[in-house]
T-cell receptor, first 113, second 113 residues
Framework: DTAVSQTPKYLVTQMGNDKSIKCEQNLGHDTMYWYKQDSKKFLKIMFSYNNKELIINETVPNRFSPKSPDKAHLNLHINSLELGDSAVYFC????????????FGEGSRLTVL | GQQLNQSPQSMFIQEGEDVSMNCTSSSIFNTWLWYKQDPGEGPVLLIALYKAGELTSNGRLTAQFGITRKDSFLNISASIPSDVGIYFCAGLSFTSGTYKYIFGTGTRLKVLA
């Protein structure tokens, strides 16, 4: 039973399209995150939600819109995709925003053509 | 922004050798985490450190939280081929009223059988 699961694992799309990535965690954690990993493998935080409330919003274009319908789910919607959005997007969760280790999903590789 | 410098950036070692890598920062961190990422997978937590000076082991892995709280190191003893991967450190920082994990630049480990 996967602790943090995200879908789809692979996504290939054209520039200008809109796409979504979904994430679910069954760990009972309160806090969820989206991280972006670029081609050099740098992991950078994008957003964090605690109990459905946005608590971290890094300098991310507003084409990216996270949504948390409940504390077990955090989705990421991207509008008007650009070539530079190609990356692996990781969902993660932790017990809380202050304490607890991060547990990652398997990643969603987005390729924009 | 805050950065975590990891070294070495990459290393080739012979099977059976011990490996050392470290993570340094100009900022103080409250928690250090060490992760391993295999190709096509998400980062998997190896060791978590919560107190300055703490030394923690997990099988062949040993990690330490630096006394100054600005660094951490990870040792792998008697390396085996499956130790291949990218190792990341992550530090929990408090910035602009928010806690968040900052990731290091990664150490790419290759083990020669």
């Amino acid at each position: 039973d996967t602790a943090v699961s995200q879908t789809p694992k692979y996504l290939v799309t054209q520039m200008g399209n809109d796409k979504s990535i979904k994430c679910e965690q069954n760990l009972g954690h309160d806090t969820m995150y989206w991280y972006k990993q670029d081609s050099k493998k740098f992991l950078k935080i994008m957003f964090s939600y605690n109990n459905k409330e946005l608590i971290i919003n890094e300098t991310v274009p507003n084409r990216f819109s996270p949504k948390s319908p409940d504390k077990a789910h955090l989705n990421l919607h991207i509008n008007s995709l650009e070539l530079g959005d190609s990356a692996v997007y990781f969902c993660a969760s932790s017990q809380g925003p202050v304490t607890g280790e991060l547990f990652f999903g398997e990643g969603s590789r987005l390729t924009v053509l | 922004g805050q950065q975590l410098n990891q070294s070495p950036q990459s290393m080739f070692i012979q099977e059976g050798e011990d490996v050392s890598m470290n993570c340094t920062s100009s900022s103080i961190f409250n928690t250090w985490l060490w992760y391993k990422q295999d190709p096509g997978e998400g980062p998997v937590l190896l060791i978590a450190l919560y107190k300055a000076g703490e030394l923690t082991s997990n099988g062949r892995l040993t990690a330490q939280f630096g006394i100054t709280r600005k660094d951490s190191f990870l040792n792998i003893s008697a390396s085996i081929p499956s130790d291949v991967g990218i190792y990341f450190c992550a530090g929990l920082s408090f910035t602009s009223g928010t806690y968040k994990y900052i990731f290091g630049t990664g150490t790419r480990l290759k083990v020669l059988a």
